[in-house]
């Protein structure tokens, strides 16, 4: 869920609020233009592992990579870049069709290359090609991770409260009770930063919605169903209620990513709800040899209801117009290897989306992997929606509904209308 770069110091300046950078991949020699791979990423520490790992296995080959922490302008320069013909060879994308750089909307503009000839895409799962396949059924991208929302937690910090996991919705009602009386945050919100309001509703769809009802999205597609007149109810009213009972720092909304990640990390909060990914920021702020586990988070009175949010996290594609598009195939296909699987899962703290037998799964990716053998997980439903309209108006709706400006019904009317008009 996050990203951009491009590759002039006239970009950098202009996204200089977004903390751009540019990064070579270590070579100090000019390299000839046959073996330079341009490339767009975010997340540095897990694309850079990757760049470093194939320029190691590619002597001679540089690739100059850009990077930024902001989803909002990596969207939108990106997508300028592509349609003015100044975007890099490769670029990190969202899978599914849940915003504007997602795989079905890119595709539909035939902006990607076709890889559906490559080894590996004929191998992928049902699960896997949805994500990765534009609306004429075409492989447009490489699955690098499988991500899953989840409890995550400090376990030093979880340690000296000397309170439980919770394992049942009463529970979480009763962990933040207790753990507000110890006068610890027990869950780090930050709904500043618009991305990380969806979080909790699919952990809490997850259970209530889309477990139970696997064709629940379909049934939306066919007029059958609406979020209105379903557990989405159910769920922002948890939401609330959570707000409500003090599971929560205060002002989530003045709150942002980082501050989130800061506050978790530093054990000021017992736990988030999120994508184990951010574990990785958290670390940034961390006393050595803090540790971080996951749970799934639970929305029901029972254990045995609990589902787990697990989908494709970040998926690469290449350019339709790449300046090297052979050079753009051989990195793609070094990123669906068992090495480049593995470097990029560990280095991002995810788990690999295609096989990697070099991997071993931590205390954070083996609940993930244990609940997609039990068939206890579901996809984050944005990636089956119609389009990114859809996302869009439930962002901005969960900060107006934490502000008081609307209530749930008229936050799922909002996104029922634009359901409608996306299908």
Known sequence: MKSFTTITAACCLALAAAACSTSGGGSTTAASPGQVLTLAAAGQGPAKAAIAAFEKANPGVTVKATFTEDDASYQQQVRTQLASGTAPDVFRMWPGGGNTMAVRDLGKDGMLMDLSGEGWAGGMSTDLKAATTDPA??????????????????????????????????????????????????????????????????????????????????????????????????????????????????????????????????GKALGVVHVLSAVQSALEYAPKGTTFSMTPFPATDSAEGTYVPVSVGIVYGVNAKAANPELARKFVQFLASPEGQAVYATASGSSPALAAPGFKADALQQPVLDAVAAKKSTLYPDQAWPGPKVQQEHLTSIQELFNGTVDVPGVLGRMDKAFTAAR
Do not use: H
């Not at 000397?162 to 919100?189: Q, R």
């Not at 009802?213 to 007029?223: I, V, Y």
């Not at 009213?237 to 989530?252: A, H, I």
């Open 137 to 266: 059924g075409k492989v447009v991208a490489v699955p690098v991770t499988i991500g899953a929302i989840g409890a995550v937690w400090n376990d030093q910090a979880l340690q000296a409260s000397g309170l439980a996991k919770p394992t049942t919705w009463p529970e979480v009602l009763t962990f933040c009770k207790e753990a507000k009386a110890k006068g610890v945050v027990p869950f780090a919100l930050g709904l500043k930063s618009a991305w990380v309001t969806q979080l909790v509703p699919y952990a809490l769809t997850a259970s209530l919605v889309y477990g139970p009802n696997p064709s629940f999205t379909q049934q939306q597609k066919e007029g059958k169903a609406t979020f209105a007149a379903s557990e989405w109810k159910q769920a922002l009213e948890k939401y609330l209620k959570m707000r409500d009972e003090g599971c929560f720092n205060d002002s989530p909304n003045g709150v942002g990513y980082d501050e989130q990640m800061q506050m978790f990390g530093q």
